[in-house]
């Protein structure tokens, strides 16, 4: 039986090399995203597996129309990746600006909650699985990103709620928490700036958008008696600074 995954933020980055991933074990995929142009060219490389669906994480109703509107070859969905996600610009909060911090907050929780709601009575028919791409920023907070990490924070702790929600349905739900992982994050975050982007991933191996697709093929083909609860990554090169510390005088 042909499966099929349910991929928000397929334009770039983890999502779409994830869709690769899937396509490419047999599986027939539905990406969204907000850039038509990028779907398109996704779907002419991946060929009828794939539907793409532009799609805006900050519209609840717009997500339930998507849901709805499934044709019928890709309404049996199994698998939900919720990749889409953002974070504002690197700033203190006391001087950040509302309108960014709530884009990321509509993406990152709201949007996110409103799509796994809407798929959740085909997933329970289904035994499905659901991952959710929270961040280290979850557990490891940093200056400048009380916002995002506040959201990744909310995605692990959903999970896990919603692991408890779902208990005896057969749904499995896990929280994939990656380090620094290469792609077009950072372009967006710093509105476009390629050379803040070189600088964060520079000498340092960082992970690829590939690496966290084959670990999502991973977690969503184990056994279905199997739940992976929260799963963290780091490329080698990477770990958690120390207490900062203010000193007088």
Request: hydrophobic share 45%; aromatic share 6%.
């Amino acid at each position: 039986m042909t499966r099929t995954a349910f991929i928000t933020g397929a334009t770039a980055g983890i999502g779409a090399a994830t869709a690769r991933a899937l396509v490419g074990d047999g599986w027939r995929v539905v990406g969204t995203g907000r850039r038509s142009e990028r779907l398109d060219a996704l779907g002419a490389e991946l060929g009828e597996r794939f539907l793409g669906i532009v799609s805006d994480m900050r519209d609840p109703d717009d997500l339930q129309r998507v849901v709805g509107e499934l044709p019928g070859a890709f309404r049996g969905v199994d698998l939900l990746v919720n990749n889409a996600g953002l974070a504002p610009p690197m700033s203190d909060l006391q001087d950040a600006e509302q309108d960014r911090l709530s884009n990321a907050i509509a993406t990152n929780v709201e949007g996110l909650v409103a799509l796994t709601r809407a798929l959740l009575p085909t997933l329970i028919e289904r035994k499905g699985a659901i991952v959710n791409l929270s961040s280290v920023a979850a557990t490891y907070p940093y200056r400048g990103g009380a916002v995002y990490a506040g959201t990744k924070a909310f995605v692990r702790q959903f999970s896990l709620g919603l692991r408890c929600d779902l208990q005896g349905t057969g749904v499995r739900v896990t929280s994939i928490e990656p380090g620094m992982v290469e792609t077009e994050f950072t372009l967006v975050r710093t509105g476009g700036d390629q050379a803040a982007s070189d600088a964060l991933y520079a000498n340092m191996n960082p992970m690829t958008a590939e690496d966290i697709a084959e670990t999502i093929r991973w977690v969503a083909t184990l056994p279905p008696h199997l739940n992976i609860n929260t799963l963290e990554l780091m490329p080698v090169s990477q770990a958690w600074a120390g207490f900062s510390v203010t000193r007088e005088g």
